[in-house]
């Protein structure tokens, strides 16, 4: 009578979705570059190999979004950038524009505005831990990070 109790308990669990049925359960993992390559692939975005990390190009709408998919020297964490485009001079923006990047930043987390000062250039960037990433999860945060970008392009529109 035992074991029938517990069959039902498990049962029960996996259709209220706290167990989830290993037949359907979709395992994550530690990506590296050549699995971080094929889950891309996998995901039908076509990445295209850089000197770090790879490309993908993302249409939607009247959209072209370039993103950049990197992972961190050490492995553990996976990041997201797009080159926003080019400030000529950085102090000739005027404080309001800056701050009202800074501002997004709040409403955008996880991903965040940054600028190169070197390079002159600005970008969107998101940074994620790389352990357990699933294709749903990737790209949940491939879909979300474009979304931030195109949301916010009233603000960042100065750059050239």
């Given at each position: 009578?035992?074991?029938?109790?517990?069959?039902?308990?498990?049962?029960?669990?996996?259709?209220?979705g706290l167990v989830a049925s290993p037949a359907v359960a979709q395992t994550g993992q530690t990506l590296n570059n050549d699995s971080l390559k094929a889950m891309l692939d996998g995901l039908?975005?076509?990445?295209?190999?850089?000197?770090?990390?790879?490309?993908?190009?993302?249409?939607?709408?009247?959209?072209?979004?370039?993103?950049?998919?990197?992972?961190?020297?050490?492995?553990?964490?996976?990041?997201?950038?797009?080159n926003l485009g080019l400030i000529n001079d950085l102090s000739a923006v005027p404080a309001s524009k800056w701050l009202d990047l800074l501002v997004a930043n709040g409403n955008i987390d996880p991903s965040t505005f940054y600028v190169d000062q070197d390079q002159k250039k600005l970008y969107l960037h998101r940074v994620l831990?790389?352990?357990?990433?699933?294709?749903?999860f990737l790209r949940g945060q491939v879909e979300s990070f474009a979304n931030n970008l195109k949301s916010?392009?009233?603000i960042w529109n100065f750059t050239k």
């Open positions: 009578m035992g074991q029938i109790k517990n069959w039902i308990l498990v049962v029960a669990l996996a259709v209220s039908g975005y076509e990445p295209k190999a850089l000197s770090k990390g790879f490309l993908i190009d993302i249409k939607q709408d009247t959209w072209d979004i370039y993103m950049q998919l990197v992972l961190s020297g050490d492995g553990t964490k996976l990041g997201m950038n797009s831990d790389n352990h357990e990433i699933t294709p749903a916010t392009e009233g």
